[in-house]
């Protein structure tokens, strides 16, 4: 999922803007459990990325945020009778938990302004919440 609550409060740091999403398709039994496991993990977001992140703070949120979407992703697999859609949709989710540990590789390697670049991309990057609403899963992403 994308950690839409962090993205809005880390946006003036990092001068981000979100692209539109596809339009919805209509849910079908997969898409209504992920739904409901997205809006847990979308108020466990919100808790946890409650108050704006500063620049200085920015590595610590990808590390959270990595997390986060890791143990989304894992109850999100675990959902049974996922269609082609849904399974498009969770790999868009692991490219992009990718995308933001190459963002932590980069900051390890002493790379700063590379971490900035790709954690820009991370944030900016809609295929996951496009991909979940093509699969009828608009509270995912």
């Known amino acids: 999922m994308k950690l839409?609550?962090?993205?809005?409060?880390?946006?003036?740091?990092?001068?981000?803007a979100l692209p539109?999403?596809?339009?919805?398709?209509?849910?079908?039994?997969w898409a209504k459990q992920a739904n409901q496991v997205c809006s847990v993990w979308i108020a466990k977001a919100k808790k946890e990325f409650g108050s704006p992140v500063t620049a200085a703070q920015l590595y610590s949120f990808a590390h959270k945020a990595k997390t986060l979407e890791g143990q989304e992703l894992a109850a999100l697999?675990?959902?049974?009778g996922r269609t082609a859609a849904g399974t498009a949709a969770l790999t868009a989710v692991q490219v992009d938990i990718a995308e933001i540990g190459s963002a932590i590789a980069a900051w390890d390697h002493g790379k700063p302004a590379?971490?900035?670049?790709?954690?820009?991309?991370?944030?900016?990057?809609?295929?996951p919440k496009s991909a979940f609403a093509i699969a009828g899963a608009g509270q995912c992403g």
Not at 20 to 29: E, F, L, M
Not at 77 to 80: E, L, V, Y
């Open 4 to 16: 839409l609550v962090a993205a809005a409060a880390i946006a003036a740091a990092l001068t981000v």
């Open 20 to 29: 539109a999403t596809a339009a919805p398709a209509a849910p079908n039994s």
């Open 77 to 80: 697999q675990k959902i049974q």
């Open 114 to 127: 590379q971490f900035v670049t790709i954690l820009k991309r991370y944030l900016n990057d809609g295929r």
